[in-house]
């Protein structure tokens, strides 16, 4: 199903070598740039991700995500 392509396709890039920054977009219009692979870890219906630039940490779910978009090169 959607749920186990996303877990696959977030997956995929966490397992990347070497590791390149993406962000998750969500149908409620959030965003979430992993910018280190240890941000994220994904589950069977949604993936914790915790916040770059502090403590704060949240629950995403993978029906919810609507695009996985490659960073650009800074």
Known sequence: GTMAMQAESIN????REPFQP????????REYPVTQSAFV????????YAYPSN???TRAALSQVTAIEANAAD
């Open 12 to 15: 995929d890039l966490l397992a």
């Open 22 to 29: 993406f962000t998750i977009l969500a149908a409620d219009g």
């Open 41 to 48: 870890h994904v589950f069977k219906a949604e993936a914790f």
């Open 55 to 57: 403590d704060r940490w």
